[in-house]
């Protein structure tokens, strides 16, 4: 099956709520949502790392909770008041190795990533 995999996509109007899901094959210490809207670049949105400690760009977080389940190597994404800008396939993805020192800075950058889901599209209507 796929290393990552993302499910809880959907439709839906403008001010509702979807959460996401990211099913690992294995534990990953940390592990980042990104996004990619149809025509901007991919963007990381919320990260957690092996102890919970939770990552959000300025943008999202006030909507958004990412969260982790250890026991079944689930990681969510909780996204609240939905907006027709928030429509953009979901990713998530997880590096080879992350330490204390280096995720802060290195959680939003594509680069610092080897796996990818296949992503799971929402679309949100005005």
């Known amino acids: 099956r796929e290393p990552l995999r993302e499910s809880g996509g959907g439709s839906v109007r403008a001010g509702g709520s979807l959460t996401l899901s990211c099913d690992a094959s294995e534990y990953v210490s940390c592990m980042t949502w990104f996004r990619q809207a149809p025509r901007k670049e991919r963007d990381g949105v919320a990260s957690?790392?092996?102890?919970?400690?939770?990552y959000y760009t300025d943008s999202v977080k006030a909507r958004f909770t990412i969260s982790r389940n250890n026991a079944n190597n689930v990681v969510s994404l909780q996204i609240n008041n939905l907006q027709p800008e928030d429509t953009a396939m979901y990713y998530c993805a997880a590096p080879t190795i992350c330490t204390d020192d280096q995720w802060p800075k290195s959680w939003y950058l594509s680069s610092t990533f080897k796996y990818w889901g296949q992503g799971t599209q929402v679309t949100v209507a005005s």
């Open positions: 957690i790392d092996w102890r919970g400690i939770t």
